[in-house]
């Protein structure tokens, strides 16, 4: 990457080992809506033009508030949406060319810890067949084999001794164990990519901190990928490399984790931060600037910046007018706002 200033064609992020593990080029999620069920009624525009690259082994997160488009995302990287244009390229297979059997393996390949562990996990079945589950519908058809996985993934996740914790149902275990069982279940099948969408955001604040620790070891120990969802900046700090910031289905900052936080660009992660939680009490009292209105429907988003009308720093005839593209600020710092743009300024 270049550490000029400028602008910059889209979000993306590359060591110089090869091809990206993942790519998401210019994708491009929108749902049709009908009118009373006949005839087309427009779209909503979930996610519109996002672009980044995640090495192998390496952490990013997507942050935003609700309905800025980051579970559609997630959900199309899982494979359970498919791009309505451009693509995600997956240890170099496309999603929009993967069909079956294809799919299958490509899911696979993915982990996935989800947001409430009560309700992930099916409240009739023991602890060990959740997690054979997975193997045997890929194939995994030796017992033994399949004792010695499990053994091995829930002893990492420190759920111990196991021999007590397999015959047991999710209703008997702690919020915090079910979680564990959760990432246990997502890490089952080796996956090259965990996705773990709002992993702590259910859990006690006496145990957010603990799962956020246990996901950087086993991202380290098996050099996985991991995206990590959440609309918390408070809790990023634990073990992503690079964040990137979503509003109204689009990327709107891209940097690395301490230089995102120490020193925000755009004006709506600047009102994350504020609006993120504070362990200090004697900032609890403190009345925040945050900015006004609502997220835009995504049926209709606002024209140019879609932030231009929440915007405290709004130029008219310019940020309501124009798109504005990814200006690079400094060395991996992109921000989509025309604050950035010299000639704007001039």
């Not at 060319?97 to 993915?110: A, H, M, N, V, W």
Request: one cysteine or more.
């Amino acid at each position: 990457m270049s550490n000029d200033k400028g602008k910059a064609n889209g979000t993306t992020h590359t060591n110089g080992n090869g091809l990206p593990l993942l790519r998401i080029d210019d994708l491009h999620v929108w749902y049709e809506l009908k009118r009373f069920g006949f005839g087309h009624a427009g779209y909503v525009r979930a996610v519109d033009g996002v672009r980044f690259d995640l090495q192998q082994g390496e952490a990013i997160a997507c942050v935003g508030e609700s309905g800025c488009g980051k579970s559609s995302l997630m959900k199309t990287i899982l494979g359970l949406n498919m791009p309505t244009s451009g693509d995600v390229i997956f240890d170099d297979t496309p999603l929009s060319e993967t069909r079956g059997e294809d799919l299958r393996q490509y899911r696979s390949k993915i982990g996935y810890v989800q947001q409430d562990p009560f309700g992930a996990l099916p409240p009739f079945m023991t602890i060990e067949r959740i997690l054979e589950e997975p193997l045997i519908i890929n194939g995994m058809t030796d017992k033994e084999q399949r004792r010695v996985r499990i053994t091995k993934i829930l002893e990492e996740v420190k759920l111990t001794p196991v021999n007590e914790v397999l015959p047991k149902y999710p209703h008997m275990l702690s919020g915090g164990q079910q979680q564990r069982v959760v990432i246990a279940r997502a890490m089952v099948m080796e996956p090259k990519l965990l996705v773990a969408d709002e992993p702590v955001s259910m859990l006690d604040a006496s145990v957010r901190v603990e799962i956020l620790r246990l996901l950087r070891k086993l991202q380290e120990s098996h050099n996985l990928a991991v995206i990590y969802i959440t609309h918390d900046l408070s809790t990023v700090r634990y073990f992503s490399e690079y964040i990137f910031v979503m509003y109204a289905g689009e990327i709107v900052e891209f940097a690395r984790m301490e230089d995102l936080l120490n020193n925000p660009k755009h004006p709506y992660t600047h009102a994350l931060l504020e609006a993120s939680s504070d362990p200090n009490a004697d900032n609890a009292l403190v009345m925040r600037e945050i900015p006004k209105g609502e997220p835009p429907s995504l049926v209709n988003p606002p024209p140019a910046c879609r932030f231009h009308p929440r915007c405290p720093h709004f130029m008219e005839g310019l940020c309501n007018v124009k798109v504005p593209p990814q200006f690079v600020v400094e060395e991996h710092h992109r921000v989509a706002c025309w604050l950035y743009d010299d000639s704007a300024k001039g």
